[in-house]
């Protein structure tokens, strides 16, 4: 019997009405396998503990974190609370301190689903983005001056580590010859942007000369972003700084069904801190307590989670599962076209995996 455990924090908005589909689902995986167990501990931060005590999480919130092997967010983020209050005390703090520098967000058009992307299909939007995900963009370092007056600025530093950019390119090149990829795209803005990219061109070329069997290419992130939609057959791995990756993968996830549909891990692959897995999507103001947020990308993250430990036959038997629900086609969620409640799309996975693993 193998034992893990993961620390679940369901967060704001539709966040815990996604993980409840979720968490039901690992209670299936645990019933069909038999030989793997979950405990799993609930804590409540979000928005409203803020609210309560003034912090998103306690602080010793991050040891508390640490001994477990996975951690499962569902989404963070509420109208009362500012934007980067949620993500700074919560996120960015356990992406950081776990040292989770790969963000790992799968672009792939599952089985019974089709892209809006009129003449792509499924061999095209088969892809994934690595999101740098501990520097760049998101640095904590600047400042606003002169509030109130007509001379008001506000400065943001990009923070950009030989380091970091090293371990994060390698792992992608890594990534590639391990699933059998030919490409590795690495977005830019060279021209435009004249400390940063450059550097972080120079050592994509650096690396490169240590994978010649992996084409190599360089895009700068407009055109990149516009490739996705009008050549998305031309990627294999795309490696991106932080934000880049951020936008670039809510761009991939519209061209595969929407946010409704998308998983990531942030993951630290030394495995000397735990990982944690969500959906990319956030806490959704809009339709939340309507019970309808398709917890398609929350229960794929639960698969990736399970690739993460070494459990791959179950990750694909969750995959399979999703898409053999869309394959069928009764059962959809509002995003992609149906009626069926957030509760009713994890039942009907939860049935599949009965059927395919049971
Ligand atoms: P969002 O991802 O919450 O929503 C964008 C759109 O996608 C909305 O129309 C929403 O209804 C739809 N959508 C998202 N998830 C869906 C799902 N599972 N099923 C069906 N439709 C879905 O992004 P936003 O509106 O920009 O942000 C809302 C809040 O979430 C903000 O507070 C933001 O900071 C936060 N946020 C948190 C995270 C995170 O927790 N990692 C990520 C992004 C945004
Ligand atoms: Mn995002």
New binding site residues.
């Given amino acids: 019997m193998k034992h893990f455990s993961a620390a679940v924090i369901p967060?704001d908005?539709?966040?815990p009405e996604?993980m409840d589909e979720g968490l039901s689902l690992l209670e299936t995986i645990c019933e069909i396998h038999g030989g793997i167990s979950f405990q799993t501990e609930i804590l409540p931060w979000n928005c409203r503990y803020y609210q309560e005590h003034g912090r998103m999480m306690p602080v010793d919130g991050l040891e508390k974190l640490q001994p477990f092997d996975v951690i499962l967010?569902g989404?963070?983020?509420?109208p009362d609370v500012p934007?980067h209050i949620?993500?700074w005390e919560l996120?960015l703090p356990i992406r950081r301190s776990f040292h989770q520098y790969v963000n790992l967000r799968p672009i792939k058009l599952l089985r019974g689903l089709e892209s809006p992307l009129r003449y792509k299909g499924h061999a095209d939007l088969d892809f994934v983005v690595v999101r740098e995900n501990t520097e760049g963009e998101y640095s904590n370092m600047g400042g606003r001056l002169h509030a109130g007056t007509p001379y008001e600025l506000a400065v943001q530093n990009n923070v950009f580590t030989r380091f970091g950019i090293e371990r994060i390119v390698r792992f992608s090149y890594e990534l590639a010859m391990a699933t059998g990829k030919r490409r590795l795209t690495a977005a830019t803005k060279s021209n435009g942007i004249n400390h940063s990219m450059p550097f972080w061109d120079e050592i994509v070329n650096e690396i490169s000369q240590e994978y010649l069997e992996i084409q190599t290419q360089l895009t700068h992130i407009d055109a990149l972003a516009a490739f996705f939609i009008s050549r998305p057959e031309n990627f294999d791995v795309v490696v991106a700084s932080n934000l880049f990756g951020d936008i670039l993968t809510d761009l991939g996830a519209a061209a595969v069904g929407?946010?409704?549909l998308a998983p990531s891990g942030n993951i630290n692959p030394d495995k000397t801190y735990p990982s944690m897995f969500?959906?990319?999507?956030?806490?959704?103001?809009?339709?939340a307590g309507k019970g309808?947020?398709?917890?398609i990308?929350t229960i794929w993250s639960i698969s990736m989670m399970l690739d993460h430990l070494g459990e791959r036959e179950l990750g694909k038997l969750i995959l399979e599962s999703i898409e053999g629900v869309l394959v069928e086609g009764k059962i959809r969620?509002p995003?992609i076209g149906g009626r069926a409640t957030t509760r009713e799309m994890g039942e009907a996975i939860r049935e599949q995996m009965y059927r395919r693993g049971g």
């Fill in positions: 967060g908005g539709i966040g996604v967010l989404a963070i983020g509420a934007d949620s993500v996120i929407g946010l409704g969500e959906p990319i999507h956030g806490s959704a103001p809009d339709i309808i947020a398709n917890p990308a969620t995003d």
